[in-house]
């Protein structure tokens, strides 16, 4: 796919995510479906080769590196392999719950928390879906209150991505009951916080290998220390951070569309029907025209959004076109290589039918794709 998002540094540290990759994801794979999980040891050997945490200071063990084009030669490189739960726990690892700490943290939290992130041996989550709540946020019904120096903390969280292997969680919950974006605030909860447990590991359509888990909160007995930011700061906080948590999805998106369709179009060179091979006939040629045309170009637009991120001009709309058009190019993409792969392409062996299952989540995450719609049109047009 023609880019010049990448300069030679990039392409040098592609050799090592693709020799992590090689060695430590494709062998696992199956495996990893089959229990439902991935295995700790491939989160700590990724802390180990600089594929998780990169920008965590130096201080704190980290590389400080802040330009998020490395983060996009991690992602390239584990969509080539088909390997989504394993991009879904590493994106929400790095682009969303240390992206938190990293944005709001104090020095001591800092101190605590950044050094695990960077060696692999700590995993986050964010906790914000409750089951009466996805994308209208303000709807939740977990509540923090003060007890003296602590927060206890009542409710339930759901379709929580690293739910179950998470070794700290950040919790958006109610502190107030005013109107407006100043009722809500920030916790980091750590596993064995009293009050804490997990629940059932859920099971999904797809994504098999990634952990999605219920939380609750029963009474939990949250330090004062563990509060993240300022109390009344949790939606403005959310807010800053879901256009990297959207722009995450939507690259992981396009480099799953990018795969899918080169796998596709090798397979219709081979692949013969009626003494001819299949990209000969006009029908499927046109379509793959279409689609290699249509990933090109969002491509183009994709690398400018992660140029405007590393300058911190990415808009929040921007953002949200970018998932609201590449998660939807992407259906488009598997949709169109299962076709073409005829019966092998309904497969699970197949990676175009693993693709197919895992891709579906891409478009309600992070705000369903309709919300994105909503966002865009208050923009152009104004709120009413």
């Avoid at 990297?244 to 396009?254: D, F, M, N, V």
């Avoid at 991120?309 to 590449?326: C, F, P, R």
């Amino acid at each position: 796919m023609e880019s010049d998002l990448f300069e030679t540094d990039h392409e040098d540290y592609r050799r090592t995510v693709r020799e992590f990759v090689k060695r430590q994801v494709v062998p696992r794979m199956e495996q990893w479906d089959a229990d439902r999980l991935i295995d700790l040891e491939t989160w700590r050997a990724a802390g180990r080769q600089g594929v998780l945490g990169l920008p965590v200071p130096e201080e704190h063990g980290g590389a400080g590196e802040r330009d998020y084009r490395y983060r996009c030669v991690v992602m390239q490189e584990i969509a080539r392999v088909g390997a989504a739960a394993l991009q879904s726990g590493f994106t929400t690892n790095d682009d969303i719950a240390l992206s938190y700490l990293l944005r709001h943290a104090d020095r001591e939290q800092r101190g605590r928390w950044l050094p695990g992130f960077a060696t692999g041996e700590t995993i986050g989550a964010i906790a914000m879906s409750e089951p009466g709540a996805g994308s209208d946020l303000r709807g939740i019904g977990t509540t923090a209150v003060r007890d003296g120096d602590d927060w206890i903390l009542d409710g339930s969280k759901t379709f929580i991505t690293s739910g179950i292997l998470a070794d700290l969680v950040i919790v958006f919950a109610r502190t107030g009951r005013e109107h407006g974006s100043r009722e809500f605030s920030l916790f980091v909860v750590e596993d064995g916080t009293p009050g804490f447990s997990r629940g059932r590991k859920l099971d999904k359509v797809g994504l098999h290998a990634q952990d999605t888990a219920e939380l609750f909160f029963t009474g939990a007995r949250v330090p004062g220390a563990n509060l993240l930011g300022q109390v009344g700061e949790g939606l403005p906080a959310l807010m800053r951070s879901l256009p990297l948590e959207r722009l995450g999805i939507a690259l992981a998106a396009q480099f799953s569309a990018e795969a899918v369709l080169e796998w596709t179009v090798e397979y219709v060179r081979q692949r013969r029907a009626f003494g001819r091979r299949i990209g000969d006939f006009q029908a499927p040629a046109f379509r793959l025209a279409e689609l290699s045309t249509a990933v090109e170009v969002s491509r183009a637009y994709l690398d400018r959004c992660v140029r405007a991120h590393n300058a911190g001009t990415l808009t929040a709309t921007d953002a949200a076109k970018a998932k609201l058009w590449a998660t939807d190019l992407q259906h488009d993409v598997i949709d169109t290589g299962v076709q073409l792969h005829g019966g092998y392409g309904y497969m699970l062996e197949y990676p175009v039918a693993r693709a197919f299952v895992d891709a579906r989540i891409q478009r309600i995450y992070g705000g369903t794709n309709e919300i994105m719609k909503e966002i865009i049109q208050r923009e152009l047009i104004g709120r009413p």
